[in-house]
């Protein structure tokens, strides 16, 4: 299943860092900040490759996250112990 | 309720029955349902009765303004029907702001209702993970998986995250949560320790001493890699 990473809110922190929520599917539950030294912000290259990776991560943690939702969807009413 | 007591008819009608040189009947009923009236609600010298009844009540007016004192004002707050201090405004010091936050945030000992109504700096907890951070060796980012910490109170769940301080070494990683909502929160690294504790919000997720080409893991309740658990102490 393919998913669609956004940013969604960008932040400049008072420590001098800046941080990116990143939402999968345009769901809330899925936001993940990534935050970033200014260096790396200011950088294309390191900048890119730090939000690729951190949308990467989203995706897969919201598919995760589906998986195993799926799986207890048919575990309702099951007995266990 | 219009004045029953019309007098305007009886300016052209005489007083005196010319026949019988007696007051004419007109006057007659006039005078006796004046009487009637301000005989049980005027006093000989003018003043309301303290029994004079209010049309559509049963009380006198005495038993009505009985606490309200002779400038106008209620006597007491005890002779106040609604006492929802709802219908009150706030006044100079908001004593009714302060005292809701004291009625949530103590308990019947005055103490803390619990240690979520503590700032967070000043809270122990301990996270269930054996390790919270991890980062391949390749780039530089940390990762933060999603985690949970145990205070007191109960426990609190963060989304995962990351930072990147664009470059390997040895960091700390926190996020400020004063309120302990939990979820996503904006994770942040640094490189002096003291910084976990410059906020009172703050919530220190460990450390993780990063090397290119190696992969690492920190934080947690054991510390990964770098053998720091930050359960109890702040991973340092």
């Known amino acids: 299943m393919s998913h669609i990473a956004k940013i969604v809110k960008y932040e400049a922190l008072s420590s001098g860092q800046v941080a990116a929520t990143i939402r999968c599917d345009a769901d809330p539950s899925t936001d993940f900040v990534l935050t970033m030294a200014v260096a790396v912000a200011a950088d294309p290259t390191q900048r890119e490759a730090a939000l690729t990776a951190a949308a990467e991560k989203c995706k897969a943690q919201h598919q995760a996250a589906l998986d195993a939702a799926a799986a207890l969807v048919n575990s309702v009413g099951t007995v266990v112990g | ?236």
């Open chain 2, 1 to 236: 309720m219009p004045n029953p007591l019309n007098l305007t008819p009886l300016l052209n009608t005489p007083m005196t029955d010319p026949k019988t040189g007696l007051m004419s009947l007109a006057w007659q009923q006039y005078f006796i349902l004046l009487e009637q009236r301000s005989g049980p609600t005027l006093t000989q010298q003018g003043q309301l009765q303290a029994t004079a009844p209010i049309a559509g009540r049963d009380e006198g007016i005495g038993v009505t303004v009985q606490n309200i004192s002779d400038t106008g004002n209620l006597d007491s707050l005890a002779h106040v029907d609604n006492t929802n201090t709802d219908l009150l405004t706030d006044g100079t010091g908001s004593p009714l702001t302060g005292g809701k936050r004291g009625f949530q945030a103590l308990d019947s000992n005055n103490r803390l209702s619990n240690s979520f109504r503590n700032t967070a700096v000043n809270v122990s907890g301990a996270p269930t993970s054996a390790t919270v951070l991890s980062n391949d060796g390749v780039l530089t980012a940390i990762q933060v998986a999603a985690s949970t910490v145990q205070f007191g109170a109960g426990q609190i769940s963060y989304n995962s995250g990351s930072v990147d301080p664009g470059g390997f070494g040895t960091f700390f990683v926190y996020a400020d949560d004063p309120t302990f909502a939990g979820g996503a929160v904006i994770y942040q690294f640094t490189t002096d320790p003291s910084v976990l504790t410059a906020a009172e919000g703050r919530i220190p997720f460990g450390r993780i001493a990063t090397a290119s080409g190696s992969s690492k893991t920190g934080g947690g309740n054991t510390g990964g890699d770098s053998g720091e658990p930050s359960a109890g102490g702040r991973g340092f």
